[in-house]
């Protein structure tokens, strides 16, 4: 069963770095692209940017382009979303999910809820 | 780059059928695929490449698509059925994906 799992919960205060991550199971890594998705408290969802975990390859959307660094660990199944100044307005529900290539998400993680307050 | 406009509410009564739209430039050249996102919980696939349903999806839900619209329909609706539906597709702009802007619907 294909399964991604994320990294917990995580409360920052405006200016702290953060990295949070999200671990594939029941698969091979290198099978599915691992995209990141945002969701803002009662709102809808955003495409943030992909990663092929085969050679790293990414895409951003250009609302987040700058502002996050998507990366991945193939030895580890890992993917990661990381920040290194947060800002208030980051606060949201992120989730990964894998997609074959440029097509549909077919899986997704359970979400990390990143809250950034001073 | 695109949009994909949504109605933000329908509600339909327990075994009717209800048609959710997804309008916007990008899904004259890409499919469409739809997301169920219930309450507190990660969105799920429900419909890929327009009218596809991945296992363990219920038949009653089926996709279509014509011009600039996509849809999705759920015919029968069941009480699980209450949840935020979104759209998604290819973008020929900057973007590479976006997202529809949710619609939210009411099993009466």
Known sequence: EVQLVQSGAEV????????????GSGYSFTTYWINWVRQMPGKGL???????????????????QGHVTISADKSISTA?????????????????????????FDYWGQGTLVTVSS | SSELAQDPAVSVAL???????CQGDSLR???????????????????????????????????????????????GAQAEDEADYYCNSRDSGNNPYVFGTGTKVTVL
Do not use: H
């Open chain 2, 29 to 75: 050249s890409y499919y469409a695929s739809w997301y169920q996102q219930k309450s507190g919980q990660a969105p799920v696939l429900v419909i890929y490449a327009t009218n596809n349903r991945p296992s363990g999806i219920p038949d009653r839900f089926s996709g279509s698509s014509s011009g600039n619209t996509a849809s999705l329909t759920i015919t």
């Open chain 1, 46 to 64: 955003e495409w943030m940017g992909r990663i092929d975990p085969s050679d790293s390859d990414t895409n951003y959307s250009p609302s987040f």
């Open chain 2, 15 to 21: 075994g009717q059928t209800v048609r959710i739209t």
């Open chain 1, 80 to 104: 990661y979303l990381q920040w290194s100044s947060l800002k208030a307005s980051d606060t949201a529900m992120y989730y990964c999910a894998g997609s074959s290539g440029w097509s549909e």
């Open chain 1, 12 to 23: 920052k205060k405006p200016g702290e770095s953060l990295r949070i991550s999200c671990k």
